[in-house]
């Protein structure tokens, strides 16, 4: 595959064509970038042509990308987080051993350094303690539900920005850890739909009624997933 960057003034942002073995023209824009997937041989003024037709449409999902972008968690003092849908308060205090203490409607992270990376890794550390404390008990409840206990695997965490969660042949379910800061419906509502993955592994009509028998508010939790997924991650 050959990657070309260019530039043009008639567009106000920057973009990188990607030419490989396709017929199509195809715009991408993730991150705050812009990448346009040509044909090996499309002409500079074919692409020039397709972004202007699309200016208008990549411009919206910038300005989209940006207003998420400022609502990403910031790990500070005084930041109010939610445990499940539990209000904390994030409070940062000195000490030699890193550790994280969950009081109340506290939570204080001890650190002999506050560097941004430092707190960040405590944080998301204790915050995958508290998953490994309820995720799989969850995910077993639904699966009993089921009748399909049997059926369940490992439960493992990840990290992911394309999933919150996945489930494959063998039973086994991966979590985004990051779902434990979401009311807990919509983080119940995520592990229904992924247990109710042990029973279809596809996303049909079946799925769906298998899943609303286990969470009956399911798009309601769904939507808010969608709308505000992106607060639950720590800003860059």
Sequence with gaps: MQQLGFEFSAFPFPYEVVRSRRITLVIYVKSGKVEVRA????????????????????????????RRKKQQLILAEGTRIELMGQPLTLHFATAGRPRAMHNGTTLTLFLKERSKAKVEKLFLDWLLEQAKAYMPTKSRHYARELGLEHKLGKITYRKTRTKWGHCDESGDIQFNWLLMLAPKPVLDYLIAHETSHLKYLNHSARFWRTVETLCPRYKEHRDWLTANGHRLWPAA
């Design 39 to 66: 044909p090996l041989k499309a002409s500079v003024k074919w692409i020039n042509e397709f972004l202007s037709d699309k200016a208008e449409w990549v411009e919206s999902q910038l300005t989209e990308q940006r």
